[in-house]
């Protein structure tokens, strides 16, 4: 259970960094894509965690 908290904490962490990285800049994409894309990447890592998916 830790270790699953420091993966999504890791993996949040570094979605924020690379979104920092990117408005510093001047990018064309806007600020919502990058929330909708960030949303959307947060909840399939969530979902990945909680369900724990294998493959058989």
């Known amino acids: 259970?830790?270790?699953?908290i420091i993966?999504?904490?890791v993996v949040?962490?570094?979605l924020v960094a690379g979104t920092a990285f990117?408005?510093?800049?001047d990018s064309p994409v806007s600020?919502?894509?990058l929330v909708g894309?960030?949303?959307v990447i947060a909840l399939?890592?969530?979902?990945?965690l909680d369900?724990?998916?294998t493959w058989k």
């Not at 259970?1 to 699953?4: A, G, I, L, P, T």
């Not at 399939?44 to 990945?48: I, Q, Y």
């Open 44 to 48: 399939l890592a969530v979902a990945a």
């Open 31 to 33: 600020v919502e894509t």
């Open 51 to 53: 369900y724990r998916l």
């Open 12 to 14: 949040l962490g570094t």
């Open 37 to 39: 894309y960030g949303s």
């Open 22 to 25: 990117l408005l510093s800049s």
């Open 7 to 9: 993966t999504l904490a």
């Open 1 to 4: 259970m830790k270790n699953d």
